[in-house]
């Protein structure tokens, strides 16, 4: 079955503060791939990055870095020197490449990240 | 170039009525999703259509149909409305399938009373 966890519900820190949100994924496919989205206040989902099974380099991107393990079937995500920009939903999302289940994203319940000044 | 646009931004009805929910995706974007944000029940995959053709379905009831035009643009009915489909309905569209990442639109509201 596919399945994303995000056991974080909420996560408060202090601008500049490094935080970390983690995402751990299950799927009998052996190909796929990862999402993260942030939902700001105003709602709509915005792309930040995607990774397929094949890949597991780690990315960067400024402030934000992706570390992707298929060992522990997680997909992290780290924002460096938070800021209250940052504060959002961000979502995990994964995606199978063949079946029934094609062209479905499947989405994590959402970490709420509140950065305070 | 434009994102993924949807109108209306909200809609309020009543139960047992129908919603029209519309969706106009990314220049040269082909795929276009459906998804339903509840209160409680997180993001659900409700649709996808593919150059015209429903291409999969989420558990979601038949009252619950869409249609994709010749522009790619497309729609989402919802029929004999509950008070439970009040949501947010996110469309998103994408390049192709499967291995591209899909772009959101901001969204419709729907408010059923």
């Known amino acids: 079955a596919q399945k994303v966890t995000q056991a974080q519900t909420e996560i408060s820190v202090v601008e500049k503060e490094d935080v970390t949100l983690d995402c751990v994924y299950e799927?009998?496919?052996?190909?796929?791939?990862l999402f993260w989205y942030k939902q700001p206040p105003s709602g709509e989902l915005v792309f930040l990055i995607r990774?397929?099974?094949?890949?597991?380099q780690n990315e960067i991107s400024g402030r934000y870095s992706w570390n992707f393990q298929k060992s522990t079937s997680s997909f992290n995500f780290t924002i460096t020197a938070s800021q209250v920009v940052d504060s959002a939903v961000y979502f995990c999302?994964?995606?199978?490449?063949?079946?029934?289940?094609?062209?479905?994203?499947?989405f994590g319940r959402g970490t709420q990240l509140t950065v305070w000044p | 170039e434009a994102g993924v646009t949807q109108s209306p931004t909200h809609l309020i009805k009543t139960r047992g009525q129908q919603a029209t929910l519309r969706c106009s995706p990314i220049?040269?974007?082909?795929?276009v999703y459906w998804y339903q944000q509840a209160l409680g029940l997180g993001l659900q995959f409700l649709l996808w259509?593919?150059?015209?053709?429903?291409?999969n379905r989420g558990n979601f009831p038949p009252r619950f149909s869409g249609r994709q035009f010749p522009n790619y643009s497309s729609e989402l009915n919802v029929n004999a409305l509950e008070l439970e489909d009040s949501a947010l309905y996110l469309c998103?569209?994408?390049?192709?399938?499967?291995?591209?990442?899909?772009?959101f639109g901001p969204g419709t509201r729907l408010t059923v009373t």
């Open positions: 998103a569209s994408s390049l192709g399938t499967v291995s591209y990442e899909q772009y």
């Open positions: 799927t009998r496919d052996t190909t796929y791939y």
């Open positions: 990774r397929n099974s094949f890949d597991e």
């Open positions: 999302a994964l995606s199978e490449a063949r079946g029934s289940t094609l062209g479905r994203l499947y």
């Open positions: 220049s040269g974007h082909t795929s």
């Open positions: 259509y593919d150059e015209g053709e429903e291409r």
